[in-house]
């Protein structure tokens, strides 16, 4: 097998893929939607996360997880808050976070201004899993950043988050809501 002609094959459907629409759906068609790739992407990254909490000991942690620590840090929220910010109803954030209790990484304690509430917190073990979280999380942009061979990491990050604010429910500075996937 020639080595160059596969190579130069795939950086001819890289470059078709690359290509931005053309305006003809019949040639767009074959290229997938940036929303396509955005997922994909996304998928791919949390794969990547995994592997690398794995080589560091920790397993078990679903993406739907990640997305309740970061909202518990730094002091925790009411199941209430936590639903609204994850946009799930309470009861799927009850179950998921009935399984985090299991894990030994949330507690849920009485809510002081409350009686009837619960706020939900991070242990000292889901401060370490959070933690290892993040650290994984930069360590797959840091892969991501040298794939993009020159191109600074800050002006993408800095694209997504204008066209987040332009069309998504979204601003900067604000705590975002994020649907877990489960």
């Not at 679903?62 to 009861?91: D, M, N």
Request: hydrophobic fraction near 40%; include cysteine.
């Amino acid at each position: 097998m020639n080595h160059g002609s596969a190579a130069a094959t795939d950086n001819g459907r890289l470059s078709f893929l690359s290509q931005p629409p053309t305006g003809d759906w019949r040639q767009d068609i074959e290229r997938p939607p940036l929303g396509s790739l955005i997922s994909m992407l996304f998928r791919a990254s949390v794969d990547r996360v995994n592997d690398h909490m794995a080589e560091r000991g920790i397993s078990g942690i679903r993406p739907s997880h990640l997305y309740i620590l970061r909202a518990l840090h730094p002091s925790g929220l009411s199941v209430t808050e936590l639903a609204e910010r994850c946009e799930v109803t309470k009861q799927a954030i009850s179950q998921l976070l009935e399984g985090l209790e299991n894990m030994g990484i949330v507690r849920r304690n009485p809510d002081p201004s409350d009686r009837r509430g619960k706020v939900v917190t991070l242990t000292k073990r889901g401060e370490n899993v959070l933690a290892t979280a993040v650290t994984a999380w930069g360590e797959v942009e840091m892969e991501w950043a040298h794939l993009l061979d020159g191109i600074d990491m800050r002006d993408v990050r800095d694209a997504i988050i204008r066209f987040l604010e332009s069309y998504g429910n979204w601003h900067a500075g604000e705590q975002p809501k994020l649907r877990p996937v489960w």
